[in-house]
C-alpha cells in the first residue's frame, strides 16, 4: 500500500491515538503480557505506597518529593514503552481505515441459478450478500464487489485502490492472471467472475485484521526472546533482593526507592519496552512494500532464508522470447526460408511467434495462399505450423522436428544438429522449420536478461542466501541463462513435483526455502516453502497456499522481502544488543551510589563522579526512562541493512551497538546529574 501521506512517523493524529492507548494499555491485563514491563509495573505501584507510608507517618524511606520523582519517572517509563508499542499499532490502523474505504458496500450484479444451473437473469445486490461459488457480471466502469476467479472474459482493471499503482492490469479466464480483488474497478470489457470467499473473509478484510495488529501473533523468534528478557529480569530480581543483606552488613540502610531504581535500571526495560514496537514495525515495512503477510513469522523467517527460487521468465528475464537471426539449411534458399518461417506463424499468437514475424519484417497477408489450416501448439506435438495446397510446414522444438521427419523416413541434416547445440550452448532457443516433412532451417529465440539482476544476486550472495533458477528450458539453455545471470544453481525442464522435491531436499538439510509463483501448478511447492510468496493476479489456489501475497504482482519481490526479514531480525538484534549494554553504565552509576558514604574505597567506582546518592539514582532511572523514546524511530523504520557477511554484520553491530550501549548512558548520565544537583 503505497501512501506517501503516512511516511512520516508521527503524525499529530497518530500521536493523539498512541497517546491515548498508552494510558489504555496500563491495564493489569495488558502489562502482565510483557514480563520485563510488568515487573516495572509493580514497581511503581510500590513506590506509590512508599509515598503514601511517607505522608501518614514517620520513615527513614527519604524525602517525600525525591520518592514522589522517582515514582513519577517509573510512570513515565511504562508510559513511554506503551507509547512505542501503540504508534506501531496506530500505523497499521491508519491503513487500515484507508482500507475500509475501498471495502465499501458495492453493488453486485448476481447471476441467478436455479439449482446448479445459471441462467441469464441478472439481479442487482449488495455485495454482503453475495457467496462462496455464486456468479456475479462486471462491466466497464464497475467497481468488483468480492474476490473471486474470472470464469468468462478478458478485461482492463484499475487496482489502484489496493496496490497504489496507477497502470491499470488485464485480468483474463483460463490461466494465471484469473484472480480478481474485490474494490478494484473494471475499465474496460465484460468478465465473469466466480466469487471464491464468503462475506467478512474477503482479502480486504484479512487485510484489515493484519494491518490493525488483531491477528498479530508473536513470532518464534520474539517469543524466545522474551522468556530470555524474562530470565534476566529474574536474575535482577535475585542480584537486588540479595543487596539487603550485604547493606545491613555494611551497616548501610538502602531504601526501597533505592532497591527499585536499581532493578529497573538493570532489567533490560529498553528492548522489553520497544520489542512488541519492532515486531509490528515488521509487518508494516512489508505491507509499505506492498506485500501482505500472513503472519510476523512470515517477515521473520524471510530474514532466515538460505535458499531462494526464482522462476526463468519475468523474474531474471523479461519475459518473452524473441527471435534474433534465421540459419536457412543447407542448399534452401534464405528468402524460401523466411517465407516458411513466416506462414508457420501466421496464426502463432505468441510473443515468440510475433518475434518471428517481426524480424522478417514481412507483412504475412502478402502471401497469397488459398484454404490455409493453421496447425495449433499442443504440449504432445510441441509444435505448430500451416497447411495449404500440398505443402505442409511445421516449426517447433528440435526433438519434435526431429521425431517428425525421421518417423516419414527423412533424416535430420547433421549440420541443423551442430546449429541447435550451438543456439543452445549461448542460452537461446532453438526452433526447427520443416516443410513436407523436410527440414529447411532453424529461428533462434533469445532470452533478454533484465538489466541490474546480477547485481541483485550478487547482494543475495553476500547475504549467505544461494539463488535457484527455475525453468522449462533444456539444460543447455538453462546453464548458459544461470552463468550469465549469475544464479548459483538451476532447475531445467522444470515441472511441478520438481520444485517441490527440490524444496523438500533442501529442508531435508535443515535449510529454510523461499519461492514466488502464481499459478494453481505453483500451490503445493507454495505451501511447502517456509516463505512462500503468491501473487496478487494468480489464482486463488496459489494465495490460499502462500503465506505472503505480492500486490504488485512483481517476481522480483521476493529479493526485497528477504531483505525486509533481514532487517527486523537486525533491528531486533541490535536494540537487545544496546539495551544489556545499557545496563553496565547504571551499574556503575547506582552501586557506588549506595554504598559510598559507609565504604569510601568505592569511591573509585564512581566513574562519573556523580554529585550525590540521590542525584545518582534519579539519573540513572530518567535516562532508563528517556531512552525509550529516543529509540522509538529506529525500531520503527529498522536498522538500515547491508548485504555484508554474519560474522562482518556480528561485528559491526558490536561495535555500534554494543561499544555505544556503554558509552551512551555514561555521557546521557552525567549530563543529567548535573541539572539534577541544581535542584536537590
Known amino acids: 500500500m503505497k501512501q506517501s501521506s503516512n511516511n512520516k512517523l508521527f503524525q499529530s493524529s497518530l500521536v493523539k491515538e498512541a497517546l491515548k492507548q498508552s494510558f489504555i494499555k496500563l491495564s493489569p491485563a495488558k502489562m502482565f503480557r510483557n514480563p520485563v514491563m510488568f515487573t516495572v509495573w509493580i514497581g511503581t505501584l510500590v513506590m506509590a505506597g512508599v509515598c503514601i507510608w511517607i505522608i501518614t507517618g514517620e520513615t ?16 513515565i517509563t511504562l508510559l513511554f514503552a506503551n507509547f512505542a508499542e501503540a504508534i506501531a499499532e496506530a500505523r497499521g490502523k491508519a491503513q487500515a481505515d484507508s482500507l475500509r474505504k475501498t471495502r465499501e458496500e458495492t453493488p453486485a450484479k448476481w447471476i441467478q441459478a436455479v439449482g446448479d444451473i445459471y441462467v441469464n437473469e441478472i439481479k442487482i445486490v449488495p455485495s454482503s450478500q453475495l457467496k462462496k461459488g455464486d456468479l456475479f457480471l462486471c462491466e466497464a466502469g464497475d467497481i468488483i464487489p468480492s474476490d473471486g476467479e474470472i470464469v468468462e472474459g478478458l478485461a482492463t482493471i484499475d487496482e489502484s485502490a489496493i496496490t497504489g499503482e496507477s497502470a491499470p492490469v488485464i485480468r483474463e479466464a483460463g490461466g494465471d492472471k484469473s484472480s480478481v480483488t474485490g474494490g478494484t474497478k473494471v475499465l474496460s470489457d465484460r468478465i465473469k467472475v466466480k466469487v471464491t470467499t464468503e462475506a467478512g473473509e474477503s482479502f480486504l478484510d484479512k487485510m484489515i485484521a493484519l494491518v490493525e495488529g488483531a491477528s498479530r501473533q508473536k513470532t518464534p523468534n520474539e517469543i524466545a526472546l522474551t ?9 535482577f530480581i535475585i542480584v537486588t533482593v540479595t543487596l539487603k543483606p550485604f547493606g545491613d552488613y555494611a551497616q548501610t540502610p538502602i531504601t526501597i526507592s533505592a532497591f527499585i531504581a536499581l532493578f529497573v535500571c538493570l532489567i533490560p526495560t529498553t528492548i522489553g519496552g520497544l520489542l512488541s514496537a519492532i515486531g509490528i514495525a515488521g509487518m508494516d515495512r512489508a505491507l509499505r512494500a506492498n506485500v501482505i503477510t500472513k503472519s510476523g513469522k512470515a517477515v521473520e523467517t524471510a530474514g532466515d532464508i538460505d535458499v531462494l527460487l526464482l522462476d526463468k521468465t519475468g523474474t531474471i528475464t523479461i519475459g518473452n522470447r524473441k527471435a534474433t537471426k534465421f540459419y536457412p539449411a543447407n542448399g534452401i534458399d534464405e ?15 505468441t510473443p515468440e511467434g510475433k518475434s518471428i514475424i517481426e524480424l522478417a519484417g514481412i507483412n504475412p497477408l502478402s502471401y497469397k495462399i488459398d484454404n490455409p489450416r493453421f496447425i495449433k501448439f499442443t504440449a504432445e506435438t510441441r509444435s505448430s505450423g500451416v497447411e495449404f495446397d500440398n505443402i505442409r510446414i511445421r516449426k517447433g522444438a528440435s526433438d519434435a522436428i526431429k521425431q517428425l521427419c525421421e518417423h516419414a523416413g527423412n533424416p535430420f541434416p547433421s549440420e541443423t544438429a551442430e546449429q541447435v547445440k550451438i543456439i543452445s550452448n549461448n542460452g537461446g532457443t532453438p526452433l526447427v522449420v520443416a516443410q513436407n516433412e523436410n527440414v529447411i532451417g532453424v529461428i533462434e529465440l533469445q532470452d533478454i536478461i533484465k538489466p541490474g539482476i546480477s547485481e541483485r544476486f550478487e547482494r543475495l550472495r553476500k547475504m549467505g542466501i544461494k539463488t535457484v533458477m527455475v525453468t522449462g528450458d533444456n539444460p543447455l539453455t538453462a546453464k548458459y541463462i544461470a552463468e550469465k545471470a549469475g544464479v548459483d544453481d538451476f532447475i531445467a525442464e522444470a515441472k511441478p513435483e520438481d520444485k517441490m522435491n527440490y524444496i523438500r531436499k533442501e529442508q531435508s538439510e535443515g535449510r529454510l526455502v523461499a519461492m514466488m509463483g502464481d499459478g494453481t501448478n505453483d500451490a503445493p511447492a507454495l505451501a511447502q516453502a517456509d516463505v512462500g510468496v503468491a501473487m496478487n493476479s494468480g489464482t486463488q489456489a496459489a494465495k490460499e497456499a502462500g503465506n505472503m501475497v505480492d500486490l504488485d504482482n512483481d517476481p522480483t519481490k521476493l529479493i526485497e522481502v528477504v531483505e525486509i526479514g533481514k532487517q527486523l531480525l537486525m533491528t531486533r538484534g541490535t536494540l537487545t544488543t544496546f539495551s544489556i549494554a545499557n545496563d553496565v553504565a547504571k551499574y556503575f552509576a547506582i552501586v557506588p ?3 559510598i558514604a559507609s565504604i569510601p574505597a568505592l569511591q573509585g567506582l564512581n566513574i562519573m563522579k556523580l554529585h550525590s546518592p540521590e542525584s545518582a539514582i534519579l539519573s540513572a532511572v530518567i535516562f532508563n526512562a528517556i531512552i525509550i523514546p529516543l529509540l522509538i524511530p529506529l525500531a520503527l523504520k529498522g536498522v538500515a541493512y547491508k548485504p555484508i557477511g554474519a560474522s562482518a554484520l556480528l561485528r559491526r553491530n558490536l561495535l555500534i551497538y554494543g561499544l555505544g550501549g556503554v558509552i551512551v548512558p555514561f555521557i546521557g548520565i552525567k549530563l543529567i546529574d548535573i541539572f539534577v544537583a541544581l535542584f536537590i
Open 227 to 235: 522468556i530470555l528478557l524474562a530470565g534476566f529480569t529474574l536474575v
Open 60 to 75: 527513614n524511606q527519604g524525602t517525600l518529593t525525591y520518592n514522589i520523582i522517582v515514582t513519577a519517572v517509573l510512570f
Open 593 to 595: 551510589a549506595l554504598f
Open 335 to 349: 528468402k524460401e526460408f523466411i517465407r516458411a518461417t513466416v506462414l508457420s506463424s501466421m496464426s502463432d499468437e
